[in-house]
């Protein structure tokens, strides 16, 4: 892995900078069922092709954002915040 | 070396080579210096130990590996010969000239393609014996464990705009019309001067200059190319050595092209990690064997390794030689070998109407060679028309192969570019590239000189402009459009040529020369069902030698396409990896000591000159030890001791939220917490799973400061940054002070009395009782003190900004003196606190341990709204626990190793995480993991020292000070 993330504070730095974080989930509530919980804890998507996941600029500037990347040739085609993603 | 008449003389240098003496002259390559001392056999084959030549000179071909000074597998044909160097040949019995093995040349029968698979595993009995043997005779040079490399590897990372690999006339153009065009250029070349095959093929560099006249002269024919100027090799390359912004770095090969243009680069002993906006892939071609019967005999030499010879290296070629070819580099050849000296007895060309001639030299037209005669060298050459009849015999020394180029694309393929076979240019042409990537010269098919500079130049021109436009993925770039239609151009001279297998033949045919393979050994694997280009590579190993299929590519497709009845396109290729060239493993392993992060606490200094043993705790160094653990001890339990705890994580949260948050992170109780108080907490993940630990003061109504370990400092951080990441409606403001604050715990029974020598602060036990937590001012520092005791005994953890750490540090010292207050380490603190039972997080507990199970359960309030973990840690409750974290006193005298085992009726039921000797209890105590029904106060379980069955009691309380008086006093 040596492709590289465009760092919505710090600009495109390498991939070793960061830290993956996973796609973003749904947390149960209190009220889900233990399928429903074991589903969370335990179970990863693992697509080939384009997902939304989270990274973590933790030798730089420690924001946590998200990244849209082709798992299949890494190329990242969007990066933004948190935030923004939700307007 | 300067002579009477005062001009500078060629140096001569002296070598050995297997025992004699070899005269070299400056400049000289290692096998240049020995084709010149008529040193012919330079290796052994691989399987068959038939002797070898030079054949391609250019590092490419497996030939020449020879052991130079110590280090194996060196190609001699890229060494500069230096004096007093020791050459030793490899793979060979008792020598080079002279090989024993050479009998199996005369077994090959019993040696089948793939024979290890068919081969010596019946009787089972004997494959010990037969490994013995292989091991012995198989393989290349031997490391000389003795022997280490001269210097040191090292690393080096760079960072362009534009990378150009490939130093010949397309990367030459490329870097100046990318550096022209205003971006940086990194150029990339293999050899140790700038001009690729042009170095040694005198008449094609010529060519250029008057085609360069011709050009200018009817530039109204071809109107777009008068943006560009062709101009002559040695303007090209002083235009770009002087360039300001092109670097070139040379001697040095691209081994992989990684994701995000990351280029590996090995220069000598250094590995040049270099980071490319675009690159520029203009590496060429190399030239490929022709497969015939003894094709790999000495004498037997590629057209642009007798070039090299001629014309880098200064030799001759004494005798005679025949020239077989399909292509105009063939005549140029005959006529540079001529003007040197040698007879050419023919030039055996594959055309019937081939568009060049050669004056005065007999030319066979529609003939190819069938055999080469000879044992030890080229004796002479049997052609015969393309039908294979009637053959006649040509005397001869040497046989100069001219057939044609294989495409050097792996670092195109590496990156994901798309290439496709093209049957009018014989060779595999991009058709899409990747982002950021282009490709140029004859790697695209242009091997005319002019075709390849324009094609360059138009690279470097695309690469520059997309640094100010990125073109997007897919959209095809001008690059691809212009070297399509030039190819389309050419098309009437180029000539398509799949003879490179002769007709056949009964003596050996060689297609890889690494790995011994013939032709009839892939045909067998193909017969045998491995007709897959990529399952016959595994099966015959066919390029998988040093050379990585730079030889056996072109041949080893057409076999497989001829034997399956397939084009070469539908063939395909094996899939190309890094590394592209093989790499000393020296390279990669190599020292990257400036990259590598080193922590050191504002303390450290003070440690380093009390004689402290240090020790790493993740990037930090931290005192082990000072004097004697027993002393460091004894002052902590006895009168007082201070640590350094710098390393600590520290974060501090602010905001009208921060107790929501602390109640949702922690699965301790928060909102009760009162402004001057501290509280342990851990904190669990969703699955319930014991994550790290600390303490969390409030300062304030909304001002929080929290410590976690040393190792999970990092981890935590990211931690809280991840939950608020999602929650942007929470206040909660957060600041990682780590490092902001120096920090040290005075412990000890008189440490009250030392620290009320430094300050004005009530310390009575009634204002600053134990889990009290205050700012106030410590030796003239503003602190932030905690009352807590990870030791077991009244303490003080004391955090100030970390430029006042060592002042502060100093000063408890001085004021502890009357005392005899001792600095400690981490060793006489790992026994302190085994006493009191804290356990450490990562190293008592794991990915499986939750904090109920961990002798936590107080910490659990299930009854708090929803935190990280609740809903996991209620079903754990529920289920009851399976394991648990117990502390143990050992029966007997004896440290037990870390993870020994806990048995129960003779089954695996635990393992001891921390154990030590305590004093206080004198006797061996721990914690270890047991089985639930095990973990109860005097319950006896067996531990495993040294094999031996050791018991051992459970105990619920802490080894020392169980009521916790000494702690709250």
Redesign the interface.
């Known amino acids: 892995m040596s492709f590289q993330i465009d760092c919505p504070n710090c600009g495109c730095r390498p991939v070793w900078e960061y830290h993956y974080g996973g796609t973003p989930r749904q947390r149960p509530d209190g009220s889900a069922t233990e399928r429903q919980w074991a589903e969370y804890l335990y179970n990863r998507p693992n697509i080939a092709g384009e997902q939304t996941e989270w990274w973590y600029h933790r030798s730089a500037c420690k924001l946590w954002f998200l990244v849209r990347r082709d798992t299949r040739t890494n190329q990242v085609l969007e990066t933004k915040r948190f935030a923004s993603a939700t307007e | 070396m300067t002579s009477e008449s005062g001009t500078t003389q060629p140096e001569s240098i002296e070598f050995e080579f297997d025992g004699h003496r070899v005269h070299a002259e400056s400049g000289q390559s290692v096998a240049g210096a020995l084709h010149a001392a008529g040193e012919h056999i330079v290796s052994r084959s691989f399987k068959y130990h038939r002797p070898r030549g030079l054949l391609c000179m250019s590092g490419r071909c497996p030939n020449c590996i020879c052991t130079v000074d110590g280090t194996p597998n060196v190609r001699i044909c890229t060494q500069a010969a230096k004096p007093g160097m020791v050459v030793k040949s490899q793979n060979a019995w008792p020598s080079v000239k002279f090989d024993l093995l050479r009998i199996f040349d005369k077994l090959h029968r019993f040696m089948p393609v793939g024979f290890y698979y068919k081969r010596m595993y019946k009787p089972r009995w004997m494959w010990p014996v037969w490994e013995k043997f292989i091991r012995r005779i198989a393989g290349l040079g031997t490391i000389n464990r003795e022997h280490g490399a001269e210097g040191v590897y090292d690393k080096q990372n760079l960072f362009t705009d534009v990378a150009v690999i490939g130093g010949g006339l397309a990367g030459l153009n490329a870097a100046l019309a990318a550096a022209d065009a205003g971006v940086t250029v990194t150029l990339i070349d293999e050899q140790s001067e700038l001009g690729g095959h042009l170095r040694h093929d005198p008449d094609l560099a010529e060519s250029i200059i008057s085609r360069n006249a011709l050009a200018s002269g009817s530039s109204a024919s071809q109107p777009d190319a008068s943006a560009f100027r062709l101009i002559s090799l040695s303007d090209l390359i002083r235009r770009v050595s002087e360039h300001p912004a092109i670097t070139v770095i040379s001697s040095a090969g691209v081994f992989g092209c ?3 243009n ?1 280029l590996g680069i090995q220069q000598g002993q250094r590995m040049i990690r270099l ?1 490319a906006a675009q690159v520029i892939v203009a590496t060429g071609c190399w030239e490929r064997p022709l497969v015939f019967e003894n094709n790999d005999l000495p004498g037997v030499m590629l057209a642009s390794g007798a070039q090299r010879l001629l014309h880098l290296d200064h030799c001759q070629f004494p005798g005679e030689a025949v020239v077989v070819t399909d292509n105009a580099q063939g005549y140029r050849v005959a006529n540079q070998l001529k003007a040197a000296g040698t007879r050419i007895t023919a030039i055996v060309d594959v055309r019937d109407n081939p568009p060049e001639s050669a004056d005065g030299i007999r030319t066979f037209r529609g003939h190819t060679i069938i055999s080469a005669n000879g044992s030890r060298h080229v004796s002479g050459a049997v052609i015969a028309p393309l039908a294979g009849h009637p053959k006649q015999t040509l005397s001869c020394r040497w046989i100069v192969q001219a057939v044609g180029f294989t495409p050097a694309n792996s670092l195109l393929y590496q990156n ?1 570019c798309k290439l496709r076979y093209d049957e009018s240019v014989d060779q595999a042409v991009v058709i899409q590239h990747v ?1 950021s990537m282009y490709s140029a010269g004859a790697v695209n098919a242009l091997h005319d000189p002019r075709d390849a500079a324009l094609d360059g130049q138009h690279a470097g021109l695309a690469a520059a402009e997309s640094l100010r436009s990125p073109r997007l ?1 897919g959209e095809t770039e001008p690059s691809i459009a212009e070297a399509t239609q030039r190819r389309g151009e050419r098309k009437e001279d180029s000539v398509p040529s799949c003879h490179y297998v002769s007709p056949s033949g009964a003596k050996k045919k060689f297609v890889c020369l690494c790995e011994d393979v013939t032709e009839k050994d892939i045909c067998d694997a193909i017969d045998e069902g491995y007709s897959n280009i990529e399952t016959l590579k595994r099966y015959s190993t066919v390029s998988m030698g040093p050379c990585q299929g730079k030889m056996c590519q072109s041949a080893s497709i057409a076999i497989c396409a001829r034997h399956n009845g397939q084009s070469i396109a539908e063939t395909g290729v094996t899939t190309a990896r890094p590394p592209e060239q093989p790499l000393p493993l020296g390279v990669l392993a190599g020292r990257a000591l400036h990259f590598s992060l080193v922590r050191r606490t504002p303390m450290n200094a003070w440690h380093e000159k009390a004689g402290a043993k240090m020790g790493d705790a993740g990037n930090w160094k931290r005192p082990q030890v000072y004097s004697s653990v027993d002393q460091e001890y004894e002052a902590v339990r006895q009168r007082a001791g201070v640590i350094d705890v710098s390393t600590l994580g520290k974060i501090e949260l602010r905001g009208a939220d921060v107790v929501k948050f602390l109640e949702f992170i922690y699965p301790n109780r928060f909102a009760n917490l009162k402004v001057g108080r501290v509280r342990y907490g851990v904190i669990c993940d ?2 319930g799973i014991l994550l790290d630990d600390g303490t969390i003061a409030r300062l304030g109504d909304d001002r929080f400061f929290l410590t976690t370990t040393t190792g999970n400092a ?1 981890a935590i ?2 931690w809280f ?2 939950w608020l ?2 929650r ?1 409606e929470w206040d909660v403001r957060m600041t ?1 002070v780590s490092g902001s604050y120096a920090a040290m715990n005075l412990a000890g029974p008189r440490s009250r009395e030392v620290l009320k020598k430094l300050t004005d602060a009530d310390l009575s036990s009634d204002v600053m009782p134990y889990l009290a937590a205050s700012e106030c001012q410590i030796a003239g520092v503003s602190a932030i003190v905690l009352r807590i005791g990870f030791v077991g005994e009244l303490g003080y953890e004391i955090h100030v900004p970390s430029q006042f750490g060592l002042h502060v540090w100093e000063a408890i010292l001085e004021a502890g003196r009357e005392f005899s207050i001792s600095p400690f380490g981490l060793e006489a603190q790992r026994v302190l606190r085994l006493e009191k039972k804290h356990l450490l997080p990562g190293i008592d507990t794991d990915a499986l341990s939750n904090p109920l199970e961990a002798d936590l359960p107080w910490i659990v309030k299930l009854d708090k709204d ?1 935190f990280i973990g ?3 840690l209620a ?1 754990a409750q529920q289920r009851g626990d399976r394991n648990k974290l117990v502390g143990f006193r050992l029966s007997e005298f004896v440290v037990p190793d870390l993870a020994s085992l806990v048995l129960c009726d003779g089954k695996l039921g635990g393992r001891i995480t921390s154990c030590g000797y305590s004093p206080a209890v004198g006797g061996t105590i721990g914690l270890a993991w047991v089985p639930a029904n095990l973990a109860r106060n005097g319950e006896t379980i067996q531990i495993q020292v040294n094999g031996r069955m050791i018991p051992a009691v459970v105990q619920d309380e802490p080894f020392y000070d169980p009521s916790g008086s000494k702690l709250k006093s």
Do not use: Q
């Open positions: 990684y994701e995000g990351y980071r994901g982002p993925c969703d699955a990092d951080d990211s940054r991840w990441a999602g942007p990682n929803d609740k809903e996991s079903r």
